[in-house]
């Protein structure tokens, strides 16, 4: 447990971090350094219905269910955000998230802007909520970076920077916004806002027994 | 200029850092080394009319003023806050941190919670402000630091301990609390915190501009 965790003095509700960016901006990059330095943050593992593909492994990096369960799962209310992308559902489980926060473990999220918004406009979340847009530092220095998975046609590089641009309109739908002009610096830049936010008054869940404690002197002077 | 308040794509407007505290809970030591570790950060330097004490320099300490002038100031809308505390005036004046925050610089705030109630409930000043409430880590701690000024009755010591314990029955009007139980770990922490403020999205004030211009692809494809 790194010293920034936890707190000694009162129990801490952990918070929910959404690292939101087009592909290509270094977020996935970000993110696993961000999960290998901090034992206290883990990643939420989304439902899909989309097919698994080679290498992937099912409760890793997706749950794979069928659509007709991840509709029941929906009814239930079992997702705290869920959308449908590509003709495919993707869904984030509400249970483990809720969990997790309760013990004081942070989660991370990887969504886009439509799950993000969900999880801005509920009530029930928002509190918990950390949202972070990632950013390149320039156009040309995106589309390298889309380029570089080599042998793509124009059209397919022309339909990804089409979705850059799409996912960059939602920018200010962000609490934090970061320009990723060089990884070491955006991690240590998502650590720091990891830190404050762990920090904050209305996470500390018995700080007001704790002042109420200290307000009353001890020892008859 | 340290690595982490300039950002390089666009300008940023100032915050103004509030850190209030019990006296004997470590305010004044861990001002001293924000202060001394970024280069911006500066400073709000108070008018008061209480009168000078020995050490204390005009301009430095505080600018001392009659209380006429005071109150002229005041009518003219020249300070952001003041307050009137045990028969003197104090005041923020406003031109200097209107320059700064405009400017980029941060701006450090030594003040109580009556002063930054009233810069929490101003909406002009409202999103500039970053505000910390930092504790005492116990009841024994905070009193031995209160009566480590020696020579003190138990008068003054009791008096002490009743002005801490009212300072701290407003901590739930602080953005951030910190218990301060190791210096260098509550420093690193309001260090955390600034860093992470500086990169909040509203804060970015040409943010829009450089989005719109990466959503805009520069070479034809």
């Not at 790194?2 to 592909?23: D, E, I, T, W, Y």
């Not at 593992?45 to 080679?54: A, L, Q």
């Not at 955006?186 to 700080?207: F, G, K």
Request: aromatic share 8%; charged share 30%.
């Amino acid at each position: 447990m790194n010293k920034s965790a936890k707190n000694p003095f009162f129990a801490r509700r952990g918070l929910m971090l959404v690292l939101s960016s087009p592909s290509g901006a270094g977020k996935t990059t970000i993110s696993r350094a961000l999960l290998q330095h901090d034992p206290n943050l883990v990643l939420s593992v989304s439902y899909t219905t989309r097919p698994m593909r080679p290498g992937e492994r099912d409760g890793v990096d997706y749950h794979f269910a069928d659509e007709a369960t991840f509709k029941t799962t929906i009814e239930k209310g079992g997702f705290i955000e869920h959308a449908f992308v590509f003709g495919h559902y993707y869904g984030t489980p509400r249970e483990p998230v809720e969990r997790a926060l309760r013990q004081g473990i942070d989660v991370l999220f990887d969504i886009d802007w439509q799950g993000t918004q969900q999880l801005t406009q509920n009530a029930l979340t928002r509190a918990d909520l950390v949202s972070i847009f990632i950013l390149p530092p320039s156009t040309d220095v995106l589309e390298e970076r889309l380029r570089r998975r080599a042998q793509d046609t124009e059209d397919v590089v022309r339909s990804r920077m089409a979705k850059a641009a799409d996912e960059m309109s939602h920018y200010a739908e962000y609490d934090y916004v970061i320009v990723n002009d060089d990884i070491a610096r955006s991690v240590a830049h998502v650590q720091a806002i990891v830190t404050a936010e762990r920090l904050r008054r209305h996470r500390q869940v018995d700080l007001r027994e704790f002042v109420e404690k200290l307000r009353t002197p001890q020892r008859s002077l």
